[in-house]
């Protein structure tokens, strides 16, 4: 067990706990029980038999991303304005990337819980089978994505309630491409993907990540202006 205690202290994962400490701060059986019931409901729709394979994408991973993710993630930089310590927060060695590691490491254990909730469903589940591919990557984009533009609205809006909204909006008006599905099973879709099937899919994805990194570059150039983002 000794490489399990190597991993978990480890400066990647001690920093992503104390990045889950400080967001959470009081709320963590309140996020954990949200995440919970989402992860449940898709699980036993899974595990019964009784749902379509397409239903699952929802409630196993995009569910929990809006609906715990965004409001645990809309605190980036408020904590920061709350303490008092955001000058010494940008301004300190080392803290080019502070909130961006702040921001993935939440990203990173969605994209993670999702991988395996829909992993589970999918070895569980006989009479729809469907490749694992397509959910993988677009789980990546789209917390790319939502990342991103919590990170462009933290930087500019001082509140954590309206980072949430502003966050959600962006998300609405994104949804075409945010919220299509990439579960394609081929016994209830009539074969395989075709390849317009495929270069939708491409699309999309492209579409999340182009505006991932406009979001980004915004953001970027908010935070690096330290007494713009102070005042």
Do not use: C
Not at 1 to 19: G, I, Q
Not at 21 to 45: E, P, Y
Not at 148 to 160: G, M
């Amino acid at each position: 067990m000794k490489w399990l205690r190597a991993w978990w202290e480890s400066a990647p994962v001690v920093r992503t706990r104390l990045s889950l400490r400080l967001l959470t701060d009081r709320r963590a059986a309140l996020f954990i029980s949200i995440d919970a019931l989402f992860l449940f409901a898709g699980l036993m729709i899974g595990l019964s038999g009784n749902g379509n394979a397409t239903e699952f994408w929802g409630p196993l991973f995009l569910m929990p991303l809006l609906v715990v993710g965004v409001p645990m993630l809309a605190d980036s930089v408020a904590i920061e304005r709350r303490s008092g310590t955001l000058d010494l927060a940008l301004t300190s060695p080392g803290a080019r990337f502070y909130f961006e590691r702040r921001v993935a490491a939440v990203a990173g254990i969605m994209v993670l819980q999702g991988w395996m909730a829909i992993s589970i469903v999918r070895l569980t589940m006989r009479s729809e089978p469907f490749p694992l591919s397509g959910p993988f990557v677009q789980a990546i984009s789209v917390a790319i994505f939502i990342g991103a533009v919590i990170l462009n609205w933290s930087a500019r809006i001082r509140t954590p309630g309206a980072v949430m909204f502003a966050t959600w909006a962006t998300a609405v008006a994104f949804g075409p491409w945010l919220f299509s599905n990439p579960i394609h099973p081929p016994t209830t879709m009539n074969g395989p993907m075709t390849v317009r099937d495929i270069i939708g899919w491409v699309q999309n994805n492209l579409v999340l990540l182009a505006a991932a990194g406009t979001f980004y570059l915004y953001a970027r150039q908010r935070l690096a202006r330290a007494e713009a983002l102070i005042t």
